[in-house]
T-cell receptor
Framework: QKEVEQNSGPLSVPEGAIASLNCTYS??????FFWYRQYSGKSPELIMS????GDKEDGRFTAQLNKASQYVSLLIRDSQPSDSATYLC????????????FGTGTLLAVQP | NAGVMQNPRHLVRRRGQEARLRCSPMKGHSHVYWYRQLPEEGLKFMVYLQKENIIDESGMPKERFSAEFPKEGPSILRIQQVVRGDSAAYFC????????????????FGAGSRLTVL
C-alpha cells in the first residue's frame, strides 16, 4: 500500500465548475496535510495546509480532512483554465522525522 | 527574501561523471529536504538535513548518492558515477526551525535542478 494515494487523472472539468480532488493516506498517526500545485516543468507551490478534522476555506479552495477515514480532499470552486495543473497531496507522517511524503498527483484539466 | 535557491538549474553529464547540486534555504530556515521527480512521476523523498546533521536519509539510494548541509554554505546533493536513470528533476525545499506550531512544517520549494545524463 502506498503511503499517500491519489487518482492520477486526468480530471477534466468545465470552466466554472467545482473540481474535487481526493487523497488517502496510510499512516494513522499523520498530523499535517498539504495540497501543492505543480505546473508542468515548474516546482510545487503550496495551496493549502490543514491540521484538524473538518473544512478549511481559502478563497476558491476548500480543504477537507477526515482523520478517521484517513482521507483528505481539495475542492476548487469556479474552476479556471489557469487552475489546470497537477495537484499533489502531501502528508507528514507520525514518525520521528518531519519528512513530507507526496502522492503521485492528480492532473486537472479545466476546459474553457 | 530570495526564497530557496537552487543551482545549477540545468546540468548535463555523461555517464560516469559526477553531479553536484546546490541548495540555499530561505533566510531563517534551518531544515533542508531533497526530493527527486522522474518524468511523469511524483516527488520522491530522498533526504532531510539540518545544519551539519543528516536527520533522515531513508530515501537515498545506498550507493553513489550523498548529501550534506555544512555549517557554512549551501546544502549539496552529490551523485557519483551518474547513470542514465539518474536523469530527473531534483527539488530542494526548506522549512523553519521545527517547533510546536503546525505552520513550522510548511515546506517551500526551490525551482529545481534538472539533471540530464547522456
Amino acid at each position: 500500500q502506498k503511503e499517500v494515494e491519489q487518482n492520477s487523472g486526468p480530471l477534466s472539468v468545465p470552466e466554472g465548475a467545482i473540481a474535487s480532488l481526493n487523497c488517502t493516506y496510510s499512516d494513522r498517526g499523520s498530523q499535517s496535510f498539504f495540497w501543492y500545485r505543480q505546473y508542468s516543468g515548474k516546482s510545487p507551490e503550496l495551496i493549502m495546509s490543514i491540521y484538524s478534522n473538518g473544512d478549511k476555506e481559502d478563497g476558491r479552495f476548500t480543504a477537507q480532512l477526515n482523520k478517521a477515514s484517513q482521507y483528505v480532499s481539495l475542492l476548487i470552486r469556479d474552476s479556471q483554465p489557469s487552475d489546470s495543473a497537477t495537484y499533489l497531496c502531501a502528508v507528514i507522517g507520525g514518525g520521528a522525522t518531519n519528512k513530507l511524503i507526496f502522492g503521485t498527483g492528480t492532473l486537472l484539466a479545466v476546459q474553457p | 527574501n530570495a526564497g530557496v535557491m537552487q543551482n545549477p538549474r540545468h546540468l548535463v553529464r555523461r555517464r560516469g561523471q559526477e553531479a553536484r547540486l546546490r541548495c540555499s534555504p530561505m533566510k531563517g530556515h534551518s531544515h533542508v529536504y531533497w526530493y527527486r521527480q522522474l518524468p511523469e512521476e511524483g516527488l520522491k523523498f530522498m533526504v532531510y538535513l539540518q545544519k551539519e546533521n543528516i536527520i533522515d536519509e531513508s530515501g537515498m539510494p545506498k550507493e553513489r548518492f550523498s548529501a550534506e548541509f555544512p555549517k557554512e554554505g549551501p546544502s549539496i546533493l552529490r551523485i557519483q558515477q551518474v547513470v542514465r536513470g539518474d536523469s530527473a528533476a531534483y527539488f530542494c525545499a526548506s522549512s523553519p526551525l521545527l517547533g510546536g506550531e503546525a505552520g513550522a512544517n510548511v515546506l517551500t520549494f526551490g525551482a529545481g535542478s534538472r539533471l540530464t545524463v547522456l
